[in-house]
């Protein structure tokens, strides 16, 4: 594709700062080397916008592109390879393509929700975090103003993603299994190429939100899964330092190589 034909395709990303699946959106873009505009979205306010502007949804990630407009980021993978076919996102032969949307769907239905309720519940109990989440947006306001407002965002952000503690802890405990589940996916070759396809960067988004929360990360960069996260996607935005409970991270700790548990 010359940077002509890009700019043809006029694509505007619609995110919203330290959002996982925007950030395989955008790294799906980047890869195929298509020129785009991104639009920086409050949490909460994005589904008014988005409404407002005639998406499909009301998510992130949401892209206009060619004309169309999309919402979604299993639909957007899938209308990017076609639109710009190299590299592909998914596997031509029919087996291995299975076997990865497979796993962009667990990706999407299974890791990406309880990774967003983590978030929001950390986020709650200590506010300050959002600043370096929101490090390079534009959001129309000042960085400092929205942090300092946003106590109704992040109860309403906690509230309409079901992010209390008792899911939460529900959520801590699951994650080790479906860590190793990844690490199953990448022993067996459906995941970890050299070139990512839809459901590392699915996959990867989530792992890499999880381990920008000190509290996680010990449990995750020295896996195989965290490993594929950190080389698919090696920027994301975000740090929160220790926040949760230390009894709740203890199934975590139970998984944690020797040499990195605290
Ligand atoms: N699973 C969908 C949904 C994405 C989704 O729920 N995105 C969140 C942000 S991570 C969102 O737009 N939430 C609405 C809000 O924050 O108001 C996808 O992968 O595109």
């Not at 381990?211 to 990360?217: A, E, K």
């Amino acid at each position: 594709m010359t940077v002509a034909s890009g700019q043809a395709l006029n694509a505007k990303l619609y995110v919203v700062p330290g959002s996982h699946p925007s950030v395989t959106a955008r790294r799906m873009l980047e890869l195929k080397g298509i020129p785009y505009k991104r639009v920086d979205l409050m949490p909460v306010i994005s589904r008014g916008v988005l409404r407002g502007l005639r998406f499909p949804s009301n998510t992130v990630p949401s892209l206009s592109i060619a004309g169309t407009k999309l919402t979604g980021s299993r639909t957007i993978a899938r209308e990017l390879d076609r639109i710009v076919p190299e590299p592909p996102l998914y596997p031509s032969e029919p087996e291995p393509r299975a076997a990865v949307e497979e796993a962009e769907l667990w990706g999407d239905e299974t890791l990406q929700a309880p990774v967003r309720r983590i978030l929001w519940n950390a986020i709650q109990r200590n506010r300050a975090v959002l600043r370096s989440y929101a490090e390079g947006a534009r959001l129309g306001i000042p960085i400092g103003l929205a942090v300092k407002t946003a106590a109704p965002m992040v109860a309403a952000a906690r509230r309409m993603n079901k992010a209390g503690d008792q899911a939460v802890r529900a959520d801590l405990a699951a994650l080790p299994g479906w860590v190793q589940r990844v690490d199953d996916w990448i022993h067996e070759g459906v995941l970890g190429a050299d070139s990512p396809n839809a459901a590392d960067l699915q996959i990867a988004a989530s792992l890499r939100l999880a381990m920008t929360l000190d509290d996680l990360r010990p449990a995750l960069e020295a896996r195989a899964a965290g490993e594929l996260a950190l080389r698919a996607i090696p920027d994301f935005p975000g740090h929160a330092p220790p926040v949760l409970p230390p009894a709740w991270l203890e199934p975590l700790r139970q998984s944690e190589p020797a040499s990195s548990a605290r």
